[in-house]
């Protein structure tokens, strides 16, 4: 008998799929990071539009509860947006969140509420 493979999403990764739906439905096209030995500090989500630009993503649960930012984030982010790069925190595959990607980038937002 063949062992099952039951995997199970976190609530963050439930919500980042459902972003990548949402914005490829309108057009973007959306890489998903995901942290390793080479990318830790990197945002989640790397997305781009042929009319929008690109932007960088990083996906969080709303009110940040159970979402933290890891400590190559709290150190890597700022460099990021130091050297001309936004980083968006997304909390959700809604209208909503979906206009904060053209406005200025909200991470200090996030960084202050920590």
Known sequence: ??????KRERPEEKIQNA?????EYKGWF???MGASAFLSGVPD?????KVYGH???EVKL??????????AQLSEFPKFV??????WVITGA?????????????LWKYLMAK
């Not at 989500?45 to 539009?49: I, Q, V, W």
């Not at 709303?62 to 400590?71: E, L, N, R, V």
């Open 94 to 106: 809604t209208e909503i969140e979906y206009k904060k990607l053209f406005q200025k980038g909200n």
């Open 55 to 57: 932007r960088w993503v």
């Open 45 to 49: 989500l790397y997305c781009t539009h």
């Open 62 to 71: 709303p009110d940040m509860i159970g979402s933290k930012f890891t400590p």
């Open 30 to 32: 959306v890489k998903r």
């Open 82 to 87: 130091s050297n001309g790069s936004q980083i």
């Open 19 to 23: 972003i990548i739906q949402m914005l």
């Open 1 to 6: 008998m063949e062992p099952i493979d039951v």
